[in-house]
């Protein structure tokens, strides 16, 4: 079992900028990647960006050029800086971790992000 224990979320002024950060716990051997996965009210659950065992990265579009993944291996925690944050970023941010070879995943409890003025 893998526990992912978020932090960072919370309001921001549109042009704003909050870190969020995903660490974890247990049998983090058996993790093939970490990333952060995004909901909107009344839309379907989408990537955001995933950091690959072995460094590579995924990012979605409309968040590439202000939104950065990062991970800390000596920590086993991920990050996800936003930079100039829009309203439409406005989301329940969710931790993720495929594992057992990409055949299911971990996630973490959700942290709200509200970009509002």
């Known amino acids: 079992q893998v526990q992912l224990l978020e932090s960072g979320g919370g309001l921001v002024q549109p042009g704003g900028s909050l870190r969020l950060s995903c660490a974890a716990s247990?049998?983090?051997?058996?993790?093939?990647?970490m990333g952060w996965y995004r909901q909107a009210p009344g839309k379907q659950r989408e990537l955001v960006a995933r950091i690959i065992n072995g460094g590579s990265t995924n990012i979605v579009d409309s968040v590439k050029g202000r939104f950065t993944i990062s991970r800390d291996n000596a920590k086993n925690t991920v990050y996800l800086q936003m930079n100039s944050l829009k309203p439409e970023d406005t989301a329940v941010y969710y931790c993720?971790?495929?594992?057992?070879?990409?055949?299911?995943?971990?996630w973490g409890q959700g942290t709200q992000v509200t970009v509002s003025s």
């Open positions: 993720n971790a495929p594992a057992g070879g990409w055949s299911y995943d971990y």
């Open positions: 247990g049998s983090i051997f058996s993790i093939n990647a």
